[in-house]
Nanobody, 128 residues
Framework: QLQLVESGGGLVQPGGSLRLSCAAS????????IGWFRQAPGKEREGVSC????????YYADSVKGRFTISRDNAANTVYLQMNSLKPEDTAVYYC?????????????????????WGQGTQVVVSS
C-alpha cells in the first residue's frame, strides 16, 4: 500500500550537484523516519543520511558529511537529499526507505533498523 518513489538522479561531473527527492504515498511521512541509502555495483548497500519525523534530528555518513544535506517537506510528503561537491565514489543507485518515528536516525542509517518500506532507486553517476 505505501509507496516511496525516488527521483532526481542523473549524470553529473565531479564537483557538481544533484538534488534527490523521495515522495511518499499511502502514509503521511511526517510520522516516519526517512533515510537515504546507496549501493554501487559489487558493493554493499550503505546508509547515507537519515532524518527524523520532525526534521530536527539528522545523521550523515562520514563519507558525505559536509557535502550532503537532508531535509523534508512534510506537507508534500517528500524528503530531499541535496548532494554537493560530488565525487566519482558517490556513483551508485540511491534508495530511500521509511521507518517508524520511534526509530533513531542513527539506528536506521547504521543498521537499517525498522527500514521496511523501500523505493525503487534512482541512479546517480558522477563521471570522471
Amino acid at each position: 500500500q505505501l509507496q516511496l518513489v525516488e527521483s532526481g538522479g542523473g549524470l553529473v561531473q565531479p564537483g557538481g550537484s544533484l538534488r534527490l527527492s523521495c515522495a511518499a504515498s499511502g502514509f503521511t511521512s511526517d510520522h516516519y523516519v526517512i533515510g537515504w541509502f546507496r549501493q554501487a555495483p559489487g558493493k554493499e548497500r550503505e546508509g547515507v543520511s537519515c532524518i527524523s519525523s520532525g526534521g530536527v534530528n539528522t545523521y550523515y555518513a562520514d563519507s558525505v558529511k559536509g557535502r550532503f544535506t537532508i531535509s523534508r517537506d512534510n506537507a508534500a510528503n517528500t524528503v530531499y537529499l541535496q548532494m554537493n561537491s560530488l565525487k566519482p565514489e558517490d556513483t551508485a543507485v540511491y534508495y530511500c526507505a521509511a521507518a517508524n518515528w520511534l526509530t533513531t536516525v542513527q539506528a536506521m542509517c547504521i543498521i537499517r533498523k525498522g527500514a521496511n518500506a523501500w523505493g525503487q532507486g534512482t541512479q546517480v553517476v558522477v563521471s570522471s
